[in-house]
């Protein structure tokens, strides 16, 4: 099956850009997803990008992908405290619907 | 408003004693998921419903069970809790891509299931 790897943590400071990175094993990915969870709630979809574009902007949501290297990264400018969160990367597997996640970055952002 | 609902948001229920959660969409989607989400660990996904076409994952062991009325409703059984199913049940629904490649998941808000 698909592996989708993420690190575990990420800590910066309210105001800085956070940047979370995803490396991907499948070279069949057709879209990549980026989610986010707050403590007891659901996922929410925050971006996805598809397979054939480098980048994405959606304000202050910056997606790259390295397709060569299987790198998804997700850049938030101006991290605020409502940001942290655990962030989840996502690799749908071709036509089947199916989802590989990573097991999350959680990210802490200090005033 | 709310699209994909789950009822209830917090379930206690005793070792053994079957339980079932709902979730309902008002996306008018064909696919709906089920996954099952431990603390600090990846969603893993038990099984979807593309319409009324079941699909189980081979590791969803056979205490889990899914039922799929219409459209709307997807439930998910568990007949016989035990203590490591404590955890939190996440729904999705996508509107299907099969023809076209993959689609968003959306998901609600999950019900936390405490097993005593």
């Known amino acids: 099956g698909e592996d989708v790897e993420q690190s575990l943590f990420l800590s910066v400071r309210e105001g800085d850009s956070s940047v979370i990175n995803c490396t991907y094993t499948?070279?069949?990915?057709?879209?990549l997803y980026w989610y986010k969870q707050e403590p007891g709630a659901g996922l929410q979809l925050l971006t996805y990008?598809?397979?054939?574009?480098d980048m994405k902007q959606d304000q202050r949501l910056t997606v790259l992908l390295n397709k060569k290297d299987k790198h998804l990264s997700l850049r938030i400018a101006d991290t605020q405290t409502g940001d942290s969160a655990i962030y989840f990367c996502?690799?749908?597997?071709?036509?089947?619907?199916?989802?590989?996640f990573g097991s999350g970055t959680k990210l802490n952002v200090k005033p | 408003d709310a699209m994909v609902i789950q009822n209830p948001r917090y379930q206690v229920t005793q070792f053994g004693k079957p339980v079932t959660l709902s979730c309902s969409q008002t996306l008018n989607h064909n696919v709906m998921y089920w996954y099952q989400q431990k603390s600090s660990q990846a969603p893993k996904l038990l099984f979807h419903y593309y319409d009324k076409d079941f699909n189980n994952e081979a590791d969803t062991p056979d205490n889990f069970q899914s039922r799929r009325p219409n459209t709307s409703f997807c439930f998910l059984d568990i007949r016989s809790p035990g203590l490591g199913d404590a955890a939190m049940y996440l729904c999705?629904?996508?509107?299907?891509?099969?023809?076209?490649?993959?689609?968003?998941?959306?998901f609600g808000p999950g019900t936390r299931l405490t097993v005593l």
């Open positions: 499948d070279s069949s990915s057709t879209y």
């Open positions: 999705a629904t996508s509107r299907g891509g099969r023809a076209s490649g993959s689609d968003t998941q959306y």
């Open positions: 990008i598809f397979s054939n574009m």
């Open positions: 996502a690799d749908a597997e071709g036509n089947f619907n199916k989802f590989y």
